[in-house]
């Protein structure tokens, strides 16, 4: 099962935008509390919707009144920071779950599940509540039981 902050962090940008090497779940925890660089919000966008389906998907993790200040500013706050993580988190897992099929992590992240109250992991995501709850259903896919 993924708790693999390395490639939590190559979603977020990787040592190009985050600006420093992520080897463990510590390091990607001082770098989010820090703050992101805005510059991971638009590559967290980009790796989970490259076809732009979902129109407010950076409103969903920055409110539109934010929006200018943090471009601005280049960095994101921690609370939207750890959204970011969350989702890329869960994205990433279920890439390992599709043994690295991007696209059918894709269409999971995308699409409701009964078992989110049929709400997609992608809305469920930005609460860590949300999150722990689609990660259980990628790890019961992930060791064969129904999900």
């Known amino acids: 099962m993924n708790d693999n902050a390395e490639s939590t962090a190559k979603i977020l940008?990787?040592?190009?935008?985050?600006?420093?090497?992520?080897?463990?779940?510590?390091?990607?925890?001082?770098?989010?509390?820090?703050?992101?660089?805005?510059?991971s919000v638009n590559r967290l966008k980009i790796t989970i919707d490259p076809e732009n389906i979902d129109k407010d998907f950076i409103h969903r993790i920055i409110p539109k009144s934010s929006l200018q200040r943090r471009k601005k500013s280049a960095i994101l706050s921690v609370e939207e920071s750890q959204r970011i993580e969350r989702l890329a988190r869960v994205f990433s897992?279920?890439?390992?779950?599709?043994?690295?099929?991007e696209?059918?992590?894709r269409i999971f992240m995308q699409k409701p599940h009964p078992m989110l109250d049929d709400r997609s992991p992608l809305g469920a995501c930005l609460t860590e509540l949300g999150a722990r709850q689609a990660e259980s259903i990628l790890g019961r896919l992930y060791y064969g039981i129904c999900a």
């Open 93 to 101: 897992f279920a890439v390992e779950v599709w043994d690295g099929d």
């Open 103 to 105: 696209d059918k992590a």
């Open 13 to 39: 940008g990787g040592y190009e935008l985050l600006g420093s090497d992520i080897f463990n779940e510590r390091d990607l925890e001082k770098r989010i509390n820090q703050g992101l660089p805005f510059g």
